[in-house]
């Protein structure tokens, strides 16, 4: 495992998944009961941007820029994009930083964790030993939530059907070894037959467009749950950076999620894109019946 999400922390790939998971989180706060929030791939739970350019042995380019800092001064966003800015922002903020650009950038578990209500809960996994130390750490202010070193897979097997009967589950994987696809598609068969209402949110890298095609057929036998896909490319497959596209699945999207990622992809696309062949697309893969 040598993947570090700090050398992608808040790049174009981080904006779109997480206004997104915000976007969920507020949707499923419109009921009052409560959920269980599982972040099968948590990471460490916050990234210092300013070390984010800085490698074990080599000096990368940081991703940032084109993420989280085309929107930091941007105006005219919708409110599915604000509500995240603002989280970031406020985090940000409570580290600390007061320069004009971003420095301390929120993961998944802290999003998340700033919007929990008493009723909501976390259960978050992180294998690898030094990633999820540093989750501990930044997440140990936190009530009902719990940090665990393991496989978020097979966690996600004994998590669900959690006591709330509610669930959004994060698939977040870095798709480092070969079968990642199948893991994450048998992983979420696997939540959908103990939890048939389920949320479940799978992000995946667009590398080229039979590759994408053959995602979202996969993503067919989901049916009869619904299952809506948003996909942003910052430039054509070759054309841009080395990830020139991103999308996240999901399976059992709340009532309008699909109107607020619409809104979401249609201003991400144009701020974040980086080359000709850039653009946002939002389909049912499998429509609500
Ligand atoms: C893309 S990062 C997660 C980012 C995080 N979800 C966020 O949005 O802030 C993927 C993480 O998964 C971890 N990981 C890899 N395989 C795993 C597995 N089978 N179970 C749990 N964590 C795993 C990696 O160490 C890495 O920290």
């Known amino acids: 495992m040598n993947y570090r999400h700090q050398f992608h922390a808040g790049n174009f790939a981080d904006v779109l998944k997480h206004v997104l998971l915000v976007e969920l989180v507020r949707a499923l706060q419109r009921k009052e009961k409560g959920f269980v929030f599982l972040d099968t791939h948590a990471g460490r739970g916050r990234y210092d941007l300013a070390a984010a350019s800085a490698g074990d042995s080599l000096v990368r380019q940081p991703e940032w820029p084109e993420g989280i800092g085309r ?11 604000t509500s ?9 903020q409570s580290r600390g930083s007061l320069s004009g650009a971003p420095r301390f950038y929120p993961g998944s578990p802290l999003l998340v964790a700033a919007m929990a209500r008493p009723v909501d809960r976390l259960v978050l996994c992180e294998l690898n030993a030094a990633e999820c130390d540093a989750l501990r750490a930044v997440m140990a202010p936190t009530r009902r939530c719990e940090v665990r070193r393991a496989d978020g897979y097979e966690e996600l097997a004994a998590v669900l059907p959690p006591l709330e009967r509610r669930a959004l589950v994060l698939i977040d994987p870095p798709y480092e070894v070969q079968d990642e696809f199948a893991r994450a598609f048998a992983a979420m068969k696997e939540g959908l037959r103990r939890l048939a209402g389920g949320v479940f949110a799978l992000w995946y890298p667009l590398t080229g467009r039979a590759r994408a095609d053959d995602i979202l057929a996969a993503l067919r036998e989901f049916a009869p749950a619904p299952v809506l896909a948003v996909e942003l490319n910052v430039a054509a497959v070759g054309a841009g950076p080395r990830l020139s596209g991103c999308g996240l699945a999901v399976v059992n999207p709340p009532w309008r999620f699909d109107d607020a990622a619409r809104e979401a992809a249609a201003v991400l696309a144009p701020l974040l894109a980086q080359g000709p062949g850039s653009g946002g697309r939002v389909e049912w893969v499998v429509p609500p019946s």
Do not use: K, S
């Open 71 to 81: 929107l930091w001064n941007a105006t005219g966003l919708p409110e599915a994009v």
């Open 84 to 92: 995240y800015l603002a989280m970031v922002r406020a985090h940000d």
